[in-house]
């Protein structure tokens, strides 16, 4: 059964570009901005307090491989995550592989999960995670679209270059596409770029 029939039709290449710049660039800029100011702190959190979580947003550039037709794409990729200092937290995620197209066949993914933070090494975060969402994926010369359920386990890590500037250095996914009209689909790919914590 295909979810969310319909909606992608409303999305071509032009609109997801435009969405994916207006909507993740000013939280980057945003974040960046914050990132370079020194904060004034009056007092210190005690030692003993394990609570309290972080929101971080980012964007990537991505390289990835279709087993339909056997394509390699790139895109871009904005994401958002919200850790807590248990080392858990929650990714979402959106992609828009629409460059490096051969006869108008893209794809866009929308995607969130949970995500776990390794013990750092050093100024590298390595993390986990299981995401789930749907993916929009256009036929050749743009001749239909399926809107289906799509299933990310992945993984990556972080380099620290400041308390709230981190390099995305590298982020591994497999996408499987299980209702994919002409049977399962995987795809996997690779992503880079950077990270910034809000707060």
């Given at each position: 059964?295909?979810?969310?029939?319909?909606?992608?039709?409303?999305?071509?290449?032009?609109?997801?570009?435009?969405?994916?710049?207006?909507?993740?660039?000013?939280?980057?800029?945003?974040?960046?901005?914050?990132?370079?100011?020194?904060?004034?702190?009056?007092?210190?959190?005690?030692?003993?307090?394990?609570?309290?979580?972080?929101?971080?947003?980012?964007?990537?550039?991505?390289?990835?491989?279709?087993?339909?037709?056997?394509?390699?794409?790139?895109?871009?990729?904005?994401?958002?995550?919200?850790?807590?200092?248990?080392?858990?937290?929650?990714?979402?995620?959106?992609?828009?592989?629409?460059?490096?197209?051969?006869?108008?066949?893209?794809?866009?993914?929308?995607?969130?999960?949970?995500?776990y933070s390794f013990h750092s090494f050093?100024?590298?975060?390595?993390?986990?995670?299981?995401?789930?969402?749907?993916?929009?994926?256009?036929?050749?010369?743009?001749?239909?679209?399926?809107?289906?359920?799509?299933?990310?386990?992945?993984?990556?890590?972080?380099?620290?270059?400041?308390?709230?500037?981190?390099?995305r250095v590298a982020d591994f996914e497999?996408?499987?596409?299980?209702?994919?009209?002409?049977?399962?689909?995987?795809?996997?790919?690779?992503?880079?770029?950077?990270?910034?914590?809000?707060?």
């Open positions: 059964m295909k979810i969310c029939h319909g909606f992608g039709e409303m999305w071509n290449e032009k609109t997801a570009l435009q969405a994916c710049f207006k909507t993740i660039f000013p939280v980057v800029m945003l974040g960046m901005l914050f990132g370079i100011t020194r904060p004034a702190c009056a007092q210190v959190v005690p030692a003993a307090d394990a609570g309290g979580a972080t929101l971080s947003a980012g964007a990537t550039v991505s390289g990835f491989y279709l087993q339909y037709g056997e394509r390699k794409m790139l895109g871009a990729t904005g994401f958002a995550d919200y850790d807590t200092r248990r080392h858990l937290g929650i990714e979402g995620e959106a992609r828009w592989l629409v460059f490096h197209q051969t006869d108008d066949v893209h794809a866009v993914t929308y995607s969130i999960g949970p995500r050093g100024r590298f975060q390595p993390y986990a995670k299981g995401l789930v969402g749907f993916g929009k994926f256009t036929y050749p010369y743009s001749d239909g679209q399926d809107n289906d359920l799509v299933v990310t386990p992945g993984g990556g890590v972080d380099y620290r270059l400041s308390r709230r500037i981190h390099l497999y996408q499987y596409w299980p209702q994919f009209h002409y049977g399962a689909m995987s795809s996997f790919g690779v992503s880079s770029g950077i990270r910034v914590r809000i707060f």
